[in-house]
Nanobody, 123 residues
């Protein structure tokens, strides 16, 4: 069992930056691929970014490529999402998730989910 807790959300203006963190319980964090997803009001949850267990492979949605950076620190059981040049369209609840599989782009692949953290970007 893995428990995930996100933090770092908030209200910012367009163009600002935020860093989300997701800390996992348990001693097997380094064996999981980690992903960030988001869900805006009235919309389906969508993939944002993912990172494999070692941190050597990363994946991004086209909408955030070049603005967001995912990283992980296995010694701290934490995955990060650095979000720069934020836009109002980035407003959503952001969730981190853990997968024991080897594919990362679909939420169906993930076994564990955090409760989410709200990110609101004003224009």
């Amino acid at each position: 069992q893995v428990q995930l807790v996100e933090s770092g959300g908030g209200l910012v203006q367009a163009g600002d930056s935020l860093r989300l963190s997701c800390t996992a319980s348990g001693r097997t964090f380094s064996s999981y691929g980690m992903g960030w997803f988001r869900q805006a009001p009235g919309k389906e949850r969508e993939f944002v970014a993912a990172i494999n267990w070692s941190g050597r492979r990363v994946y991004y949605a086209d909408s955030v490529k070049g603005r967001f950076t995912i990283s992980r620190d296995n010694a701290k059981n934490t995955v990060y999402l650095q979000m720069n040049s934020l836009k109002p369209a980035d407003t959503a609840v952001y969730y981190c998730a853990a997968t024991g599989g080897r594919t990362y782009l679909s939420d169906d692949e993930y076994d564990y989910w955090g409760q989410g953290t709200q990110v609101t970007v004003s224009s």
